[in-house]
């Protein structure tokens, strides 16, 4: 028998047992409706191995990862091709972790994940409302007559957590129609206090990284120039401390787009900041 030791591929500062676990960490490598640059799907594996490459200590949250208590549970299968199906693999097996009286945190792949993880949330909090970081709306009905599309998934959870309970950071492209919902509905704030009407619900964070800017973060879908920089994005989350974070998820990583890897472990450290905050 093999003595090892053996390398760990799963993210590091990780608790390898599912069930003394708080936070399930759930990759989710779908990139099916993308329409631009597509490669999403290959981000939750990059993001394990860059993982190796952080400290597991963050100082801006005084804490370290395994005070986190998360378990990574690697990545979905999921049938290439056929979106519906998709959605469907992604939901029961959120709706799973909260069965177990968990919490998820995504790692994406595309925008319209995080569709089916609010579908299964929503089963279990009657009171959710929607936290999200992006540069753009998500807001449209449908894109070129497809319903189910990354470019859609805020106004479909909209039908869900109704537009009220959703506040939108970051956003800086989009149709006039979209800024117009978002200007009826006031779901794009600019100020930390503007949070505070959705202080008393559960709350789902949704990160898009393209959210940052592409000086920041060049390995993404859809670059849209404009963008925070990390540091903008942490101090959010450090606001978003108090709040009650039940459920969140880092989407729209492209790994391949940025050969230096940056990219990749810019988006790692958002995960590790955002663990510190659930």
């Known amino acids: 028998m093999l003595s090892g030791p053996f390398l760990d591929r799963n993210w590091m500062g990780q608790n390898p047992n599912y069930n003394t676990s708080n936070i399930i960490m759930l990759g989710l490598p779908f990139d099916g409706t993308v329409s631009y640059r597509p490669g999403s799907r290959f981000a939750p594996e990059q ?21 986190v208590n998360f378990h990574d549970a690697g990545d979905l299968e999921l049938p290439l091709g056929n979106t519906y199906k998709s959605l469907k693999v992604i939901e029961q097996n959120v709706e799973d972790i909260y069965k177990d009286g968990k919490r998820v945190l995504g790692i994406g792949g595309e925008h319209l994940v995080t569709l089916p993880e609010i579908k299964a949330v929503s089963k279990f909090y009657k009171d959710l409302a929607i936290v999200h970081f992006d540069a753009h709306t998500d807001l449209r009905e449908e894109y070129l007559g497809e319903e189910m599309s990354h470019s859609a998934v805020i106004r479909h959870a909209s039908k869900i ?56 973060m060049p390995g993404t879908g859809t670059p849209e120039s404009g963008g925070m920089q990390f540091k903008e994005l942490v101090e959010w989350f450090k606001y978003l ?19 230096s890897g940056v990219s990749t472990a810019v988006a790692t450290k958002v995960i590790r900041e955002l663990l510190m905050v659930m």
Request: glycine share 4%; no cysteine; proline share 4%.
């Open 241 to 259: 401390k108090n709040f009650d974070i039940i459920g969140a998820d880092v989407v729209e990583l492209a790994p391949d787009y940025d050969a």
């Open 161 to 216: 957590v109704k537009p009220q309970n959703i506040k939108q950071i970051g956003i800086r492209s989009g149709m006039k129609e979209e800024f117009e919902f978002m200007k009826e509905h006031k779901t794009l704030i600019h100020e930390y206090s503007e949070l505070d009407v959705i202080k008393d619900k559960k709350i789902f964070v949704t990160v898009d990284l393209d959210v940052l800017d592409p000086s920041v």
């Open 47 to 67: 993001i394990r191995f860059a993982s190796w490459g952080l400290e597991e200590y963050s100082p801006v949250f005084d804490k370290h990862l395994e005070d």
